[in-house]
């Protein structure tokens, strides 16, 4: 009998860890096509795109200077625009929401109820029903910048990171905050010297999930900012095209991968936190 049991639970796990690792190979697969095609001459790309590079469609470097050089549009100055609108913002949706989420969770009142609840109700909301209305708000309260559009994403980030903060603060013991109370802490000194600490593992994950979809997001700011004179990295890789709308897929490739880099390495080395932080705050609801 018990012969029998081992036997099935191996073949459960020898399935599981088929089953697994092909949906690994799904999710690895584009990335993978993008490195093999990054370095490979343009007529390739379309012709041979899962093939490995070889003598005739090698290209070596010359897709990534050619992406980073095409046109009159620096690349830097998307690169430099991508990281201000992704640091901002994340400080911002960080900062303000923290707050937020400790406010709501230590008044316990009708109103903060309904706050709460209508922000976890914004993470369901679609873009695609708002964002006509969102880029004409955008223009006439002048947030069509890289320095003011922070405060758009502050918006829409907000849902996700109140109720990741609001979890993780109710189970902060109250005692701590009346202790502070007791020796003379106001309710900011008592956030900033105790709440905020206490926050940390959330504070890493909410920001590190935060950083991923700033700088990965095309649709806000190409409706958002005046693309002729504010392009981050998507919408400057998006304009690699020729005279008749041709497209160079060898350089799109390569600066696909430059934009993806930063963000694997990031998520790598900071996924640990991201488990602990979801952990921590789904200890009270």
């Known amino acids: 009998m018990k012969k029998n049991t081992l036997s099935a639970d191996r073949t459960r796990k020898t399935i599981l860890t088929v089953v697994l690792t092909v949906i690994c190979i799904i999710y690895v697969l584009p990335v993978l096509t993008v ?13 041979e795109t899962f093939a490995l590079p070889n003598g005739k469609s090698w290209n070596g470097l010359q897709n990534f200077v050619k992406g ?4 009159n ?13 992704t640091v901002a913002s994340t400080f911002l949706i960080l900062l303000f929401t923290s707050m937020a989420a400790w406010y709501i969770a ?19 909301v679609p873009f695609q029903m708002v964002m006509y209305t969102l880029s004409k708000t955008a223009d006439g309260l002048h947030l069509n910048t890289p320095w003011t559009i922070p405060v758009v994403y502050l918006g829409f980030g907000a849902g996700l990171a109140i109720f990741m903060f609001v979890g993780f603060v109710k189970s902060i013991p109250l005692e701590i905050e009346e202790s502070a109370a007791i020796d003379g802490c106001g ?39 005046d693309i002729n004179e504010y392009r981050t990295i998507p919408i400057h890789i998006q304009y690699l095209k020729g005279s008749y709308g041709t497209v160079d897929l060898g350089a799109t490739m390569a600066l696909i991968l430059l ?10 080395s900071c996924q640990k936190h991201i488990i602990k932080g979801v952990a921590a705050g789904a200890v009270k609801g």
């Open 187 to 225: 309710p900011v000194r008592t956030f900033f010297r105790i709440v905020l600490p206490m926050l940390k593992p959330t504070l890493i994950s909410v920001g590190i999930l935060e950083i991923m979809w700033v700088w990965n997001d095309y649709l806000l700011p190409y409706l958002v900012l």
């Open 259 to 268: 934009s993806i880099i930063p963000v694997i390495v990031f998520y790598l």
């Open 73 to 85: 549009y620096p690349f830097w100055k998307s690169v430099l625009y991508s990281v201000v609108i």
């Open 68 to 71: 980073m050089t095409f046109g």
């Open 35 to 47: 490195v093999l095609n990054s370095f490979k001459l343009n007529t390739f790309v379309k012709s």
């Open 106 to 124: 230590r008044v316990n009142s009708v109103f903060c109820k309904i706050i709460y609840f209508l922000c976890v109700f914004s993470m369901v």
